[in-house]
């Protein structure tokens, strides 16, 4: 193999869009974090589906979520990450429990790694991908 003819694509990859869940895109480019809600069982959902993960129900409409969460876990890379992710380095990956009771993997953006905590509360704010993606991360709450 001749390494000299290696090409790295460095665009960074978007998000795959569903029809179930253009509505959840859109509401991001307005700045709403939108989560499905089951009109049947009342249980709130995310990542959008189809149908209701707890009764199979597709009664299910969307609601604005407060945007306000903790950190349950999260993990920060200093390196050794692929080549198009190497200019965010370092970056935080977590999972924060949002207060409508659901559970969402995000980044947590807008302060030091060292300084982030479990239970560390924080709110959502969206980062524009481009024209079509905006993604919502979370930063710590001012205090």
Not at 56 to 66: E, L, Q, R, V
Not at 82 to 110: Q, S
Request: glycine fraction near 2%.
């Amino acid at each position: 193999m001749d390494i000299q003819n290696i090409q790295f694509d460095m665009t960074r990859p978007l998000p795959e869009t569903q029809p179930w869940s253009k509505p959840f895109w859109e509401g991001a480019k307005q700045g709403k974090l939108l989560i499905q809600h089951c009109k049947d069982c009342n249980a709130n959902i995310f990542y959008p589906r189809k149908v209701c993960p707890e009764c199979w129900s597709k009664n299910m409409d969307w609601i604005t979520a407060s945007g306000k969460a903790k950190v349950y876990m999260f993990s920060t890379a200093y390196d050794m990450v692929e080549p198009k992710f190497m200019a965010d380095l370092p970056y935080t990956v977590a999972y924060v429990n949002l207060e409508e009771g659901i559970r969402m993997m995000t980044r947590i953006v807008e302060c030091d790694p060292a300084d982030i905590h479990i239970d560390m509360e924080v709110e959502v704010v969206f980062h524009k991908l481009n024209d079509d993606f905006y993604l919502p991360y979370f930063k710590p709450v001012k205090k």
